[in-house]
């Protein structure tokens, strides 16, 4: 079955960049589907950051926009992800994901998860 | 942004209870609402598509329903492993998508 695993450091510095890569197992990212990530700071709800399509087409949440860039390596079965200029407010539990479907309403549905990585930012 | 609004934030239940969350949009949103339950330390689990859609492997007493702006998830016998928090969240404006606050329900 389709298996994603989050991966990078768990701490990060003020002000520096953070870099996460998920690693999709058990079907391979250039046949299809958007893939996503979604984040949770400690003790609150849930936030999208963007998605990918294995074309390298990419949309991002307005709010993170100027900060994130999203990229695929179809060769390595991975996307990743990278937050510049990270504060304390990024600290949070990060989640790949998997969008249900290409079109209509199975589109921004998130049907497979990782287990998450938590990404600590402090000096 | 589309603004999802959970309700209640916290509720309290017995194994056997039918329950109800309400999860309403700050625009119409269509049917394109999901629910996902979260249990603590793990990652959210799909439980609802497209308003009404059960997702594969999801049990039964499990339900949603609604369209526009107002929407419900309604577990019809709570059982022990269903003590969790539900989220809501809206695929129909993007970007971005956009869930709500969440609603824990508890053990009473």
């Known amino acids: ?11 990060v510095k003020p002000s520096e960049t953070l870099s996460l890569t998920c690693t999709v197992s058990g079907y391979s990212i250039s046949s299809g589907y958007y893939w996503g990530w979604i984040r ?11 998605s ?12 993170l926009k100027s900060r994130v860039t999203m990229s695929v390596d179809t060769s390595k079965n991975q996307f990743s992800l990278k937050l510049t200029s990270v504060t304390a407010a990024d600290t949070a539990v990060y989640y790949c994901a998997r969008e249900k479907g290409l079109i209509g309403d199975l589109r921004g549905v998130f049907d497979i998860w990782g287990q998450g990585t938590v990404v600590t930012v402090s000096s | 942004d589309i603004q999802m609004t959970q309700s209640p ?4 239940a017995s194994v056997g209870d039918r329950v109800t969350i309400t999860c309403r949009a700050s625009q119409s949103i269509s049917y394109y609402l999901n629910w996902y339950q979260q ?33 419900t998830l309604t577990i019809s016998s709570l059982q022990p492993e269903d003590f ?13 998508y956009t869930f709500g ?7 009473k």
């Not at chain 2, 928090?85 to 970007?95: D, G, H, I, N, R």
């Open chain 1, 1 to 11: 079955q389709v298996q994603l695993q989050e991966s990078g450091p768990g701490l």
């Open chain 1, 40 to 50: 949770q700071p400690p003790g609150k709800g849930l936030e999208w950051i963007g």
């Open chain 1, 52 to 63: 990918i399509y294995h074309s390298g087409s990419t949309y991002y949440n307005p709010s």
């Open chain 2, 9 to 12: 934030s916290s509720l309290s």
């Open chain 2, 39 to 71: 249990k603590p330390r793990k990652a959210p689990k799909l439980l609802i598509y497209a308003a009404s859609s059960l997702q594969s492997g999801v049990p039964s007493r499990f339900s949603g329903s609604g369209s526009g702006t107002d929407f």
């Open chain 2, 84 to 96: 969790a928090t539900y989220y809501c969240q809206q695929s129909y404006s993007t970007p971005p």
């Open chain 2, 101 to 107: 606050q969440g609603t824990k329900l508890e053990i």
